[in-house]
């Protein structure tokens, strides 16, 4: 392209946010949703979502320490739900293989111009389903921690 005068470069800066809450199963089933915050009944919520999709196995949820899933009213709904929480220490994200999975998909949504954020969203929504069937995050992970094989 040539021109005269400066070339003149035009950005999307729009931003979109999506308080968006997983679950990556080593077995079982993966879960994904957004919610319009990300407080503690956003957090009860998911955990009745993950014992919905996974009704009869043993779960363990491994979280940060964000101050809505240390309520104890989230404990509280872990333990009648059957959910064993596992909380990382302090500034440890490493710890967690869904961070990779996040990564994963700020890399992906990073490329994309979005019209709206329903679109952000949904695309946000595939991405996580499309990267928690690898299992290959959660492989170094599983033979660091669990020592067993990840079917």
Known sequence: MWSFRKPVIIKNTTKFRANTFGFYAFNGK???TTYANSKRESALDFLQRIREANPFT?????LDNFSSHRTEEVA???EILDIELIFLPPYSPQLNPIEI???SIKRVVSTIFFKNQD???EKVKISFVQFA????????????FVKEEVQ
């Open 30 to 32: 993966s879960v994904t």
């Open 58 to 62: 043993h779960i363990i949820v491994i």
């Open 76 to 78: 509280i709904t872990a």
């Open 101 to 103: 999975i996040w990564k």
């Open 119 to 121: 679109e952000f969203i």
């Open 133 to 144: 069937k690898d299992k290959s995050f959660c492989r170094a992970w599983m033979a660091e």
